[in-house]
């Protein structure tokens, strides 16, 4: 099994001994027991990670690794951005920690007009810092070191020059004749994909994401549900892109 993941502030200036402490420090010490010797991966979730080995646990809460070898790993090409209708209950994490495991780049909140969930007020950062907690946790559960962004709930318009400045621009939607399989996709730069709620996208919503550049694209016969679609569309475009490979 490949070694487990634990999340630090920053990395820079990391000398030859690490001391994780703190909520990561007790989770490595009390919950995954790691003794000495037993391999660790450190990481900022932005690319900067370290391996090294575990020289001490003290206590109930601080790990020492030594013997540390610092690397980067470098932004994947293309980027993809999935652009997600606010799901029902739960369904949103169910969405952020799927997309995070495939690997997803940056997840968009959206408050589509046929949304029954809004994000307003303490609500809607209660949520927002939930979705981030789950792009956190998953990531470490699937061993990546560079974590999905997770932007600010976006507003249609904003969702739209998102789509503008992008180089391939997709809405999945029943009315698309073209399957997302078939696409020309490009092999740098950016890719966003927009996932509209159960009710589907408003006809105002998708004429506006076709005006700024957006094509209309199905998965199959099948219509996936929210939380589902945008993993399952994920996957494809990074095998599609090589990404996989």
């Given at each position: 099994m490949?070694?487990?993941?634990?999340?630090?502030?920053?990395?820079?200036?990391?000398?030859?001994e690490f001391v994780l402490d703190?909520?990561?420090?007790?989770h490595a010490v009390s919950v995954k027991r790691l003794r000495p010797g037993e391999d660790v991966v450190l990481t900022d979730?932005?690319?900067?990670?370290a391996e090294g080995a575990v020289k001490a646990a003290e206590g109930k809460d601080r790990l020492v690794v030594a013997d540390l070898e610092l690397h980067e790993e470098a932004p994947a090409a293309p980027r993809i951005t999935v652009v997600q209708a606010l799901p029902k209950g739960d369904r949103g994490e169910l969405a952020v920690e799927t997309m995070t495991e495939v690997g997803v780049d940056a997840i968009v909140p959206w408050s589509a007009?046929?949304?029954?969930?809004?994000?307003?007020?303490?609500?809607?950062?209660?949520?927002?810092?939930?979705?981030?907690t789950t792009a956190r946790e998953a990531g470490k559960q699937s061993r990546r070191v560079r974590f999905p962004e997770?932007?600010?709930?976006?507003?249609?318009?904003?969702?739209?020059?998102?789509?503008a400045a992008s180089d391939?621009?997709?809405?999945?939607?029943?009315?698309?004749d073209v399957p997302?399989?078939?696409a020309e996709l490009p092999a740098k730069g950016d890719i966003v994909l927009v996932v509209g709620p159960e009710g589907g996208v408003s006809?105002?919503?998708?004429g506006l994401f076709t005006e700024a550049g957006a094509g209309a694209y199905r998965l199959g016969r099948s219509v996936l549900r929210t939380s589902t679609a945008g993993t399952a569309a994920a996957a494809l475009l990074l095998g599609r892109t090589g990404r996989w490979s």
């Open positions: 490949t070694a487990p993941v634990f999340v630090v502030d920053r990395l820079d200036g990391v000398g030859a703190g909520p990561e420090g007790r979730g932005r690319g900067r990670w007009s046929r949304c029954i969930t809004q994000w307003k007020g303490e609500r809607g950062a209660k949520a927002l810092a939930k979705w981030r997770v932007a600010d709930a976006a507003t249609t318009r904003q969702v739209a020059a998102l789509l391939f621009a997709a809405v999945l939607h029943e009315s698309g997302l399989a078939t006809d105002e919503e998708l």
